[in-house]
């Protein structure tokens, strides 16, 4: 099956920093989306983004299908980004969603 | 607010135990789900219900026992688990069960076993 890979696993900012938060997948996918996973499990989507790029205020994405990796952009960065960032993509055919391990963002005051 | 709701939110239960968790979606999806979130592993998907018909099962103990009465309502029937299930249950729901579209989660039921 296919195989998800985010980077990097931890990361530590202070308030007002960028960051950039890596998905890699091993095989062509139908679907990509990226959540955010707040301090008390509540899952929120971020993007749905198979491809091209989007913009959601502080946060862009960007999926280059052909290179198989989608980046997550957070600008000036502030303590309720705090978290864990998932990546999910679905492989074509397959009809699910396989999740990443994630990247565990703190952002300190 | 992502319009899926999880209750309870915490659950101790022993292993002798029956207990339910129940998730309702307000969204007018017809796809809804069952994942689970153990520490230091990724989401691992359970079951996937479409138009209230089971149409996926990953080879999940029967001792998990999922309802689906109606598009809305989900439900996860619990009975004589192991220490090793506690973890944090997570419902998403979609438009359709073909994933192309995006899943929204509820916030979670936080399963721990004695």
């Known amino acids: 099956g296919i195989q998800v890979e985010q980077s990097p696993p931890d990361l530590i900012l202070q308030e007002g920093a960028n960051s950039t938060l890596r998905c890699n997948f091993s095989d062509s996918v139908n679907n990509l989306q990226w959540f955010h996973q707040n301090p008390w499990g509540q899952l929120i989507n971020l993007f749905y983004i198979p491809s091209g790029t989007k913009q959601n205020g502080r946060l862009s994405a960007t999926t280059v299908a052909t290179e198989r990796y989608s980046l997550l952009y957070i600008s000036s960065s502030q303590t309720t980004d705090s978290g864990v960032y998932f990546c999910?993509?679905?492989?074509?055919?397959?009809?699910?969603?396989?999740f990443g391990k994630g990247t565990k963002l703190t952002v300190n005051p | 607010e992502t319009g899926v709701t999880q209750t309870p939110r915490h659950l101790v239960m022993g292993m002798t135990n029956k207990k339910s968790l129940k998730c309702e979606q307000h969204l007018g999806h017809n796809a809804m789900y069952w994942y689970k979130q153990s520490a230091k592993k990724p989401l691992e998907l359970m079951f996937v219900y479409s138009l209230e018909e089971r149409v996926e099962n990953n080879s999940v103990p029967s001792r998990f026992s999922p309802e689906c009465p109606n598009s809305s309502h989900l439900f996860l029937h619990l009975h004589t688990l192991q220490p090793e299930d506690s973890a944090l249950y997570l419902c998403?729901?979609?438009?359709?069960?073909?994933?192309?579209?995006?899943?929204?989660f509820g916030e979670g039921s936080r399963l721990t076993v004695l």
């Open positions: 998403a729901s979609s438009q359709e069960r073909d994933y192309t579209g995006e899943l929204f």
């Open positions: 999910a993509v679905e492989e074509g055919g397959s009809e699910k969603l396989v």
